[in-house]
């Protein structure tokens, strides 16, 4: 299938450098199910000038606005724009006092900090510097949170974009993910990767996910049901306070043909998932039931 583009990308975001267009898109967003008319939307957002009105209108009609039987309301693109109006995307900047966490490093046992500059997330080590995760982050997701809930917000966040990616929707552009599993190669994007890990890339933008090979079976039904039913809920733990989710615990069972393997132990108990190169688990084994 074929995407009809038939305005160019400037033509369109140059019908939103106005304001009287930008306050029509917040007032039709203010009641989103409900079509406005024509008089109550112009009185809505204040403007006397009917003719200079329906102007303004009228470039947003197609594009932005779609017009019913019943009135006036958002298109898609419409959401989306005021949305990522709301979350800072376009219109704010994000930073905030570093966090340190209560995790370890896992590589040297230092001091795992929290920092937010440039509506960029990052975790780290504060004495080796050892990334653990990182991600672009809109500043509205942490507005109204208090200091203390933002590591738990930014976790789901960051989730919720690992998510997108394993249902196969670029998390920038919307289009085709594709994942493989990569280990002891030159990546031209990841650079030099000794250790099995999953990486997404899109096929229409240069967007590219990586996670280590556990984070990216966090939901995992076998990973999910093995925690579950040693009394750990999933979706209550930070990532980076899981071993087996971090870099450096996944192996490479075998190169040709590929596989590689992710083992979670809780008590007396361990869970292997073994996956191939397109990222395909192609084995489970619980130990409960060797």
């Known amino acids: 299938m074929t995407v009809d583009t038939t305005a160019p990308p400037e033509e369109v975001f140059a019908l939103l450098g106005n304001e009287i267009r930008m306050q029509i898109l917040q007032a039709l967003f203010e009641d989103p199910y409900t079509p406005l008319s024509f008089s109550t939307l112009r009185e809505r957002v204040g403007e006397r000038d009917s003719g200079k009105f329906n102007y303004h209108l009228g470039k947003l009609v197609g594009r932005f606005v779609r017009k019913t039987d019943d009135g006036y309301e958002l298109t898609l693109a419409g959401w989306q724009i005021v949305g990522a109006m709301l979350a800072g995307t376009y219109t704010s900047s994000g930073t905030i006092d570093p966090i340190d966490l209560d995790v ?69 552009c919307s289009g085709r993910i594709v994942p493989e599993v990569l280990v002891d190669c030159e990546d031209e994007h990841l650079g030099r990767v ?97």
């Open 104 to 172: 370890v490093c896992p590589e040297c046992a230092g001091t795992v900090r929290l920092t937010y500059e440039d509506e960029r997330l990052t975790v780290a080590c504060v004495d080796c510097e050892e990334q653990l995760s990182s991600a672009g982050v809109p500043p509205g997701v942490v507005e109204g949170y208090d200091r203390e809930e933002i590591p738990h917000v930014f976790e789901q966040w960051m989730r919720a974009l690992v998510e997108q990616a394993e249902r196969g929707f670029c998390i920038s």
């Open 194 to 290: 000794d250790e099995p890990r999953v990486k997404y890339t899109c096929q229409r933008c240069p967007e590219v996910v990586s996670l280590a090979l556990g984070s990216a079976l966090l939901n995992h039904p076998a990973v999910v049901g093995f925690h579950y039913d040693h009394d750990v809920d999933l979706r209550t733990v930070q990532t980076w306070s899981l071993d087996w989710a971090r870099r450096g615990a996944a192996v490479t069972e075998s190169r040709d043909p590929l596989r590689a393997r992710v083992d979670i132990t809780l008590g007396e108990d361990t869970l292997s998932l073994v996956v191939d190169d397109t990222f395909s688990v192609v084995e489970v084994r619980d130990s409960r039931t060797a």
